[in-house]
């Protein structure tokens, strides 16, 4: 998926491609990450790196301290895409449908969009995609405070890029733990009632 009808945005994210190593503070991430591409749990374990984000209210933090001590389903989106974004918007309404009655809430799940797109989201559009979906208090929309080599290189650290394309897009959802730690992947469009299940199953381990 492309960004359409945006050059100047498309050319900047594109260059963000034309790196050959990872961004400082990723590499070993990516390192630890790179035999681990397919659907399923990753094993060992995965820490989230630090990365600067501001979310859908404004507020600036940090991805990695934001889901510590929760269990987060983390997705890539771009407000203003027009093809996989809404499904994956979609999906995770009723991941949130299927955990909004489970003891704690928003105390234990969270779910989180992080954009692909730090050039042109911003928190107003966030908070307008978010509502279409009837995003609740346990759904944040997080905009990376960072250039596009850099969510070229989180993307690489995943197994979710290459880094080989200007086209960039991943309809992949990840589970990340209490701890902080990227320890499931499923495929692409995963059905929501499997993610919400998996993370009933991390909540319920000690």
């Known amino acids: 998926m492309t960004i359409a009808n945006q050059p100047t945005r498309r ?8 790196l050959t190593r990872p961004c400082s503070g990723l ?18 374990p995965v820490p989230v790196p630090p990365l600067d984000v ?19 389903a983390l997705q890539f989106v771009l407000t203003g895409c ?14 949130q449908d299927q ?13 989180v969009s992080l954009s692909l797109d730090p050039v042109g989201d911003t928190p107003r559009a966030f908070t ?15 905009i990376p405070q960072a250039g596009p080599a850099d969510i070229v290189a989180l993307l690489q650290a995943w197994g979710l890029s290459t880094g080989t394309s200007s086209v960039f897009h991943t309809e992949t959802v990840l ?23 998996m993370m009933r199953r991390l909540a319920s381990r000690p």
């Open 82 to 95: 027009g093809s996989f974004c809404p499904i994956l918007g979609t999906i995770f309404a009723r991941i």
């Open 175 to 197: 589970l990340v733990d209490r701890a902080g730690r990227l320890v499931y992947r499923f495929a692409d469009l995963p059905d929501p009632a499997s993610v919400a299940v």
């Open 54 to 72: 501001v979310l859908d209210g404004g507020c600036a933090t940090d991805l990695a301290a934001m889901m510590r001590g929760r269990i987060t």
């Open 128 to 142: 307008t995609w978010l509502a279409k979906f009837g995003a609740g208090r346990h759904w944040r929309g997080a």
């Open 11 to 18: 050319a900047v994210l594109a260059g963000g491609f034309c």
């Open 99 to 111: 955990m909004q009655d489970q003891v704690g809430g928003a105390d234990v799940f969270q779910l």
């Open 27 to 44: 590499a070993n991430v990516t390192a630890r990450v790179s035999g681990h591409r397919g659907p399923g749990p990753i094993v060992p």
